[in-house]
């Protein structure tokens, strides 16, 4: 299963942080069924140091809030200075989960970062963020929960010795239960309709054709 | 041995090709002349014609012509003042039997991406475009066997395959735009054939038109037919000159839902070949492609196409696209740990990625699959098609790389598992020195070594001089009795294929 592109980023830029010194390691989690085993091993091949899982039946229920909740209840056990995530998911496109998580933990957040410095004192992060403006720029204490954005950075292929280093790498595999969550169905979804179906473009075989169908059919002139 | 008749000449064009970014070749100095028993076409003719494919299949208009009467690489440009669109096999038997009786020349066309100046005029002989007969006429879901108009797009082809879980045993870069009749008469390889098989055996059946407007229906869609002898091979790989295809009937794969896709960097040549070892022991089954590029046709793919590198440390002179195709996921993932692990620990790679997703995988095969694209933009291109034993294959590109020294930049890349190279010649300019170097050099060179002079893209019009580097007099001899047998008035896809 495909890593989410912005988490891809997301994962990318924790990578830098960590090759500059900045932080000591990288944990990367997946929340959901089986599958998403292997989006942690394309972290862990990345570079990330070792995985978390939080195990559902299936991960169409996992919906924003529920998906904070369970993010809130792990950093109170792993206890990191910077959560980075996705700005959003590309199934539902809620750009959600960022903000929520930064809310229920009291945490500053800056979304749709474009550029992420961690201070030398590793105190406090100053993030470029895309706003319709423009670029805004501001600085937070540390710890914060940063969401990425496309332009933050190109991520890395993962490469045949880190590819190899991965499976050796550990995946802690933890119920919503062990961490008392309870996952509840907040949202509803009603209806899902798909947008009206594109009409098949009609091959003309001459000018004279083309001009007759925009002025009979198309009624362009 | 046959003295060569018809030589082709590059005019130098200095600058000029750098506003187009593409360069006419007009055999200013070539030796082909126009048969004149060929007729010229009359206001009869014409008028003749359109009576067979009405007026929406008789195409007279100049920019149309133009495009037409050139070829993918702008190389090669014909002056046909008639194109034709017949939209059924009955219409294409009746345009042979009329140009047969009037001895008017003609050129079976595809979609126009062959690279050899074989779907284009030489002179003013009439296209016959088969682009209209594009309907796809029946599948079978059990035994997939496919039945199609030859003027279906490949990747068309594909598309409606994949909805019913098949797919087509033929890929190439050009599937955007060429046509199954075209890829079928040039025999087509392509990417995978180191899985699926060349056309030859992938093609039960073929509707050909002959000369003389004969409809030849072989278009059993049978896995097995031993009755008689296999007509249909004869047409495979004819590039149009002895007969029309207008129906393929092509036995299609599963469509299998596994596909791992590694890039890999080797420092030198040997570790390549033995690569190729280690893939077909590891991988066995699940291999479905290996192709080789070395860094000058990576630099030069990198350079004109916008993709990045795969490996932005690696340094090395060679890289190899490894792919796997299989029913099961995590068998096939075991495979490739195990082949990777072992290439590692033997060093035969030193760096390398795995694509992690269909994203990547698209990635890579875009940077394969851009190298042609790449060479068109970076300026003159002089391009051989050559089939080598692997052991000997990067010798020539070594060679030849010494023997033009700063002239031109030398690009290789190709299915390395078929022993297949893509020789590209890559030069600011097109130069009479420089041809003069390469040829007849590369041919001879191949020829030695008991290589083709074509391993996949045909003789067309470009190496229809160079067939007796391959092939021994008496094959020849045969050959041109059968073509004088299929096609007496000599007028499909004349000065094409054998000199």
């Known amino acids: 299963m495909s890593m989410n592109p912005f988490c891809e980023i997301a994962v990318e830029e924790a990578l830098r942080i960590k090759e500059a010194g900045r932080a000591s390691e990288v944990v990367v989690v997946s929340m959901g069924g089986e599958q998403c085993v292997e989006t942690i091993r394309t972290g862990l091949a990345m570079g990330a140091d070792r995985g978390l899982h939080v195990i559902t039946q299936d991960s169409s229920s996992l919906f924003p809030l529920a998906v904070a909740k369970l993010l809130q209840a792990l950093v109170s056990s792993e206890q990191p200075r910077l959560l980075l995530l996705g700005k959003q998911a590309i199934d539902d496109d809620c750009n959600q989960t960022g903000q929520m998580v930064a809310g229920l933990l009291g945490w500053p957040q800056a ?17 470029e963020r895309e706003v319709d403006g423009g670029i805004e720029t501001i600085q937070l204490q540390l710890p914060a929960v940063v969401t990425a954005d496309l332009r933050l950075n190109t991520p890395r292929y993962a490469t045949l010795p880190n590819i190899m280093k991965a499976k050796k790498k550990s995946i802690q595999r933890v119920t919503p239960e062990e961490l008392n969550v309870v996952i509840g169905s907040d949202l509803e979804v009603l209806e899902v309709t798909e947008p009206p179906k594109r009409k098949a473009g009609v091959m003309v075989a001459s000018v004279d054709e083309l001009l007759d169908k925009l002025k009979n059919e198309a009624r362009v002139f | 041995m046959r003295r060569i008749l018809a030589q082709r000449r590059w005019t130098p064009l200095g600058k000029k090709w750098l506003e187009n970014c593409r360069a006419y070749s007009v055999p200013a100095s070539s030796k082909v002349v126009r048969d004149e028993r060929f007729a010229t076409l009359d206001d009869q003719d014409i008028k003749h014609f359109s009576g067979i494919v009405g007026s929406k299949g008789l195409v007279v208009d100049k920019d149309e012509l133009e495009v037409a009467n050139t070829d993918w690489m702008r190389k090669f440009k014909g002056s046909a003042q008639l194109l034709l669109r017949p939209q059924s096999s009955n219409q294409v038997a009746e345009i042979l039997k009329y140009s047969s009786s009037r001895r008017i020349a003609v050129v079976p066309q595809g979609g126009n991406t062959g ?9 003013d ?9 594009n309907s796809i ?8 066997i496919l039945i199609c108009e030859a003027g279906c797009i490949l990747e068309t082809l594909d598309k409606f395959l994949a909805d019913k879980g098949f797919m087509f045993p033929l890929d190439l870069g050009a599937k955007g735009s060429c046509q199954i009749g075209g890829n079928v008469s040039t025999n087509a390889g392509g990417l995978r054939l180191i899985r699926y098989g060349s056309l030859h055996g992938n093609i039960l059946g073929l ?14 869609s049978l896995r097995k037919d031993n009755t008689g002898y296999d007509l249909k ?12 295809v207008t129906k393929v009937a092509v036995l299609t794969p599963q469509k299998l839902p596994s596909v791992n896709v590694g890039f890999l960097a080797c420092t030198d040549y040997t570790s390549c070949q033995k690569m190729l070892l280690e893939a077909r022991k590891h991988l066995g089954e699940v ?6 590029i070395d860094s000058f046709a990576l630099d030069m793919v990198l350079k004109h196409s916008g993709h990045r590198h795969p490996l932005p440390d690696a340094k090395e002179k060679f890289y190899l696209l490894i792919e796997t195709t299989g029913s099961n996921q995590s068998h096939d993932k075991e495979k490739l740990d195990n082949f990777v692990e072992t290439v590692l620990t033997q060093g035969l790679v030193v760096d390398g990625t795995i694509a992690q997703d269909n994203t990547q995988i698209s990635n890579f095969w875009h940077i394969r699959e851009g190298i042609a694209e790449a060479l068109g933009k970076a300026g003159a291109v002089y391009k051989y098609d050559l089939s080598i034993p692997i052991k000997d294959l990067y010798n020539l590109v070594e060679i030849l790389r010494e023997r033009l020294g700063g002239l031109a930049t030398v690009v290789a890349y190709g299915h390395l598992g078929d022993g297949n190279l893509h020789l590209n010649i890559s030069a600011p300019d097109y130069d009479e020195k420089l041809i003069a170097k390469i040829e007849p050099f590369v041919y001879e060179w191949t020829a030695a070594h008991k290589g083709s002079v074509s391993a996949e893209h045909g003789l067309g019009f470009m190496k229809a001089h160079a067939i007796h580097y391959s092939r021994s007099p008496e094959t020849v001899e045969l050959m041109r009795k059968m073509k004088a047998m299929l096609d007496p008035n000599g007028i499909l896809n004349p000065y094409k294929v054998i000199a």
């Open chain 2, 125 to 133: 002989e009439v296209i016959v475009n088969l682009g209209a007969m």
């Open chain 2, 115 to 123: 690279l050899v100046g074989g779907s284009v005029p030489v002179f």
């Open chain 2, 137 to 144: 006429i029946s599948f079978d879901e059990v035994s997939g």
């Open chain 2, 233 to 244: 091979q004869l047409f495979i790989g004819a590039e149009g000159t002895l007969g029309v």
């Open chain 2, 207 to 220: 509707e050909v038109v002959l000369s003389d407007g004969t409809i030849l229906d072989m278009l059993s």
């Open chain 1, 111 to 127: 979304t749709f970062a474009s550029k992420v410095s961690i201070s030398d004192d590793k105190e406090s992060v100053c993030v």
């Open chain 2, 287 to 292: 291999l479905s492609a290996f192709e080789f």
